[in-house]
């Protein structure tokens, strides 16, 4: 993860970050089919974007590794 993803992280509050903790895990057992998961188009690689109320969270699948590309607000991620 990026030095920005960290931070933005850190900066929630402990009961948002732990939301958010429940989600990423979540994406590890199926990272595809959920009903808050899109497909981004535009993007040389599949890329997807989760959402958790007003936060996105941006990544993608490499070789079967979910790498996190972006996470903020949903009005400053786009």
Known sequence: MSDRVTKFIE???PKTR???KKKLLSLKVDPYNSRDIKKLQG???ATYRLR????RIVYQIKEKV???IDI???GNIY
């Open 66 to 68: 979910i790498e996190i």
């Open 18 to 20: 732990e939301h958010l």
């Open 72 to 74: 903020d607000y949903r």
């Open 43 to 45: 993007y040389p690689v």
């Open 52 to 55: 958790m109320g007003k936060i």
């Open 11 to 13: 900066s929630l509050e």
